[in-house]
């Protein structure tokens, strides 16, 4: 515990937060996981911005696959920790690292042509707002509150004693 | 161990819910798979993969052009040869663009194995400029002034023709009956009368023939071929292709070189076989405009339709053809149409049907131009089970009221809203957590338009197998049949829209049906 006093419903709501994250990340990783056809390819051949090139770079059939692998086992990682509540901080990490490269892959500028989206954005998307909530999450843990962490938790208790 | 039974409902809770999650998308995902796998299971298309061609050994192939205008040029770079000025102006461009990367494309290209030793062009400039920037200390390249001096002078031992169309025929004989190899653009005639002489040359001669619709190398045209014969569209009633275009170059308005005059140009020397005018550069450079040296729409353009299909269907010269069209939008002194609509039938046309016997047969291919639009059109195949589109991509979606499909339609596991396949090398749909569109632009397995993860120029494909089977011998994909189906079918095409009435082909005779008073090829190079 991190000492911070908080509120029920304060704490109840990051519970909440962290397994929507939680099962948004898990499901679109399953399913990427299960369809041996997907690939990034698409998605970092058409980044923009200025990291571009490096997105490019990522495109390279060599290296292609372990890009794809380690896509689906971050979303998966990140889906884990925050659905089953441990090592949400070091899950959250992870999140954030991801939503930012997608963030950055196509950011909505608006000097860039926007690709695929699904609504308007200025600077502001979807992903940026869901890194904004992994990093409350990061700050926030609730595992020991809602999740495995109060049973390893209790089991380093009883050791200690 | 004091744990109390809220400690194991909040410390365990998440269990259930990743579960849950994982055993919903597994589901979901193993289902869709099953679903798609079933389909692509039915369809049983298999995509096309590059041909392997053999190599071309021994001493290098010793190719002259006859020809050095855009398309020439375009040729000899396919062949691995760039002028000078082109490499300048394309080192230009990618430095102030770096996507452009036609530089990079062409010293990627292989390497053929040959030698480009001569040019014929009456134009003065362009031949200089090919000397200029081929002549190097290993080759003698050398102007000629006639292609017969170019033929006949044993340097040579193969020809690429990219003139106007009035000369292709005679450069394309002379040139078989030397045993020179002939590579010649589209249309391959100018008139009815030379492409039966011209075949009976090619047939005679030992040397190869290849007419340049380097469509042919498409590898979704060749997927198209397995999607056809496997029934997957049913009956095909009507096929669409189109020619949109809204520019200058596109209504063959080409640039006037200031440096053109009498002086620089053999005038007699292009006109060959064409009426006698006094020299006029707009005839010159523009020369697609007039019948006199070009065959408009039909030659130039329904001639690339016309192939691409043929090579899909091989439905050969239509039965009849009745064309209609004028100069609407670009009144500019041509006299070649610049609207052109062309219906050709084939009523024998039959590749299996899944409806009861005898209920379908024969089909309609039409043609339908503008040179005032550039709206895209994509060509369209309307079969009784399904449609596809077929360009560098393809695609195909399911008919709502399809026989074949009805159980899977009934179903929903179709429907006629979404493709059953898709064939697209150059595909790269945006894909991430934000927007789950499960798209499957990188089938993988079918992304074999890209030959080892490069792009490939089809020209260079088309050459290239043109000159492996100068060395080794083989089927050319676009040899003198195809050559004459194309050639007799642009112009029925022509003929139909200059008499303002049906053209019909004779199967039997191989001939046009004659129409009394009529002389085809008078009619066809009239200038009305």
Not at chain 2, 473 to 498: D, N, P, R
Request: contains cysteine.
């Amino acid at each position: 515990m991190d000492g911070v006093i908080k509120p029920m419903s304060l704490r109840n709501s990051i519970v909440f937060l962290r397994i929507l994250i939680g099962w948004h990340f898990l499901y679109e990783g399953i399913i990427k996981m299960y369809n041996p056809e997907w690939t990034s390819y698409g998605y970092l051949a058409s980044a923009q911005g200025p990291l571009k090139e490096v997105f490019l770079a990522m495109t390279n059939p060599s290296i292609i696959n372990w890009i794809d692998a380690l896509n689906v086992a971050a979303l998966i990682i990140v889906g884990l920790t925050f659905t089953l509540g441990f090592f949400e901080k070091k899950g959250a990490i992870v999140a954030i690292g991801l939503l930012a490269m997608y963030y950055l892959a196509h950011p909505p500028f608006p000097w860039l042509e926007q690709i695929n989206t699904e609504g308007n954005y200025w600077f502001v998307n979807k992903n940026l707002i869901e890194l904004a909530a992994c990093l409350i999450i990061y700050h926030l843990p609730t595992g020991d509150y809602f999740g495995l962490n109060r049973i390893f938790n209790r089991n380093k208790e009883e050791i200690k004693e | 161990m004091k744990w109390t039974r809220r400690d194991v409902l909040k410390g365990l809770g998440g269990l259930p819910i990743a579960g849950g999650i994982w055993w919903a998308a597994a589901a979901n995902s193993v289902l869709s798979n099953k679903e798609r796998s079933e389909i692509l299971d039915q369809l049983n298309i298999e995509p096309s993969y590059p041909k392997s061609l053999p190599s071309i050994d021994g001493p290098p192939i010793r190719v002259g052009i006859i020809g050095f205008g855009g398309r020439g040029e375009d040729l000899c770079r396919s062949l691995g040869f760039a002028t000078k000025e082109w490499l300048s102006r394309m080192e230009k461009a990618a430095q102030e663009n770096p996507k452009h990367t036609a530089l990079t494309d062409f010293l990627e290209q292989d390497k053929l194995n040959v030698k480009l030793v001569g040019v014929c062009d009456v134009f003065d400039k362009r031949a200089q400029k090919a000397m200029e920037s081929f002549t190097t200390k290993e080759t003698k390249f050398i102007r000629y002034k006639t292609h017969q001096d170019m033929i006949t002078s044993g340097n040579v031992d193969a020809v690429i023709i990219a003139t106007p169309d009035h000369w292709h025929a005679p450069m394309s004989i002379d040139a078989l009956k030397n045993g020179v190899h002939v590579y010649v653009e589209k249309p391959m005639t100018h008139t009815i009368e030379e492409t039966y002489r011209l075949k009976e040359a090619a047939e005679k001669s030992s040397a190869r023939f290849m007419v340049g619709h380097q469509h042919r190398q498409t590898l979704s045209f060749k997927t198209a071929q397995d999607v056809i014969e496997k029934g997957t569209l049913g009956h095909i009633s009507l096929i669409q292709t189109n020619t949109n275009r809204n520019d200058d170059n596109g209504a063959w308005n080409y640039h006037i070189d200031e440096d053109a005059n009498e002086q620089t140009i053999d005038w007699d020397l292009f006109l060959g076989t064409a009426p006698k005018i006094p020299f006029n550069k707009n005839h010159f450079f523009r020369w697609r405009k007039w019948w006199e040296y070009g065959s408009g729409l039909s030659g130039d353009l329904l001639t690339h339709d016309y192939d691409r299909l043929n090579c899909v269907m091989n439905m050969g010269i239509p039965s009849s053809v009745s064309a209609s069209g004028g100069i609407y939008t670009h009144n500019d002194g041509r006299n070649v149409p610049d609207v052109l609509q062309v219906n050709m039938e084939f009523p024998d046309y039959n590749i299996g049907s899944s409806q009861e016997k005898g209920k379908e047969k024969g089909m309609t291919f039409v043609y339908s131009a503008t040179l005032g639009n550039g709206f895209s059109r994509p060509t369209i195949l309307m079969g009784h089970d399904a449609t596809m589109e077929l360009g560098n991509r393809l695609i195909i979606w399911p008919d709502m009221s399809s026989t074949k499909y009805a159980n899977l339609l009934e179903a929903k596991r179709m429907s006629p809203s979404k493709p059953i396949y898709q064939y697209d090398p150059g595909a790269n749909v945006p894909d991430a957590i934000s927007s789950a569109t499960s798209q499957y632009f990188a089938d993988k397995g079918l992304m074999w338009t890209y030959i080892d993860g490069a792009r490939v120029d089809s020209t260079f494909l088309h050459l290239r197998e043109w000159l492996s089977s100068i060395r080794n011998g083989g089927k050319l994909s676009c040899g003198i049949q195809e050559g004459f189906e194309e050639a007799i079918t642009a112009h029925m095409a022509g003929l139909s829209y200059k008499l303002g009435r049906r053209i019909e082909w004779n199967t039997t005779d191989q001939k046009i049906k004659p129409i009394e008073g009529v002389d085809f090829d008078k009619v066809l190079l009239s200038n009305v």
